[in-house]
């Protein structure tokens, strides 16, 4: 009987490697089917260069339902991110719908119809938010931001609705004091997890801080609200 061959401890490392890379590649992938599922409407807010959205997509399978949206305008949109036509393009291309000039504070005024005559829905299972931002390092302004959109995305989900943030977990984002914000408009904290930026393929986080340190998306947590609907009622009855 032939002697069984030793492994040298650096091929049993190598497999070791390959093999969690294959566990943690089928959690992600689990992860995602959990997290959004090809039946949810679902609207991102302030996409750049709609990388993000792409990336959903493509974990979804499908873009019917994603309604990926721009602060700003179509042409600023173009010029700013050499990448982001494609982007679009790739969206579109798997029934996503893309619109720009939309304010998160103000989704009120949000198109009842887009150019291609497709309906915007009158409610979302999910409101994704990434990495807000004012624009301004003030931290009272970025926390003013997040009350407005919460005030603005309450009426906009369905009843089991949910509000997806997310946000770095160091200064000065730490110190938005989201929980609070969310409170002020009648959210509660459903639950708080580690973003996990492998779920969405090609996303490149874009920043409106031209001095801002490398991107490390492992220091990063997504705040998932839901709507008190016990508080509102109550609210509601005492008018």
């Not at 061959?5 to 497999?15: F, I, M, Q, T, V």
């Not at 914000?181 to 031209?210: M, S």
């Amino acid at each position: 009987m032939a002697p069984k061959r030793k492994l040298h401890s650096g091929s049993r490392g190598a497999a070791a490697k390959e093999h969690a890379k294959a566990k943690r590649s089928r959690t992600d992938a689990d992860a995602a089917a959990k997290l959004y599922t090809p039946k949810d409407l679902i609207l991102v807010l302030g996409d750049g260069d709609f990388t993000f959205s792409k990336g959903l997509v493509k974990h979804r399978g499908t873009g019917d339902g994603v309604f990926a949206t721009s602060f700003d305008s179509d042409t600023t949109v173009r010029s700013k991110y050499t990448n982001a036509e494609q982007c679009i393009n790739d969206i579109r291309s798997q029934q996503g719908k893309v619109f720009h000039d939309v304010d998160a504070t103000k989704l009120d005024e949000l198109p009842l119809k887009l150019k291609d005559g497709a309906y915007v829905p009158t409610f979302f299972k999910y409101i994704i938010f990434n990495f807000p931002h004012s624009g301004e390092q003030r931290v009272h302004i970025n926390r003013a931001l997040l009350r407005d959109f919460f005030e603005s995305a309450r009426p906009k989900l369905f009843k089991t609705g949910e509000v997806h943030v997310t946000l770095k977990t160091k200064p000065p984002y730490s110190n938005w004091n989201i929980e609070e914000q969310a409170k002020a408009a009648d959210f509660v904290l459903k639950e708080r997890r580690k973003f996990n930026i492998r779920l969405f393929p090609g996303y490149n986080h874009r920043t409106t801080d031209p001095l801002a340190k490398k991107f490390e998306p492992d220091l990063c947590v997504t705040y998932v609200f839901i709507v008190n609907r016990a508080k509102v009622l109550y609210m509601k009855s005492m008018l």
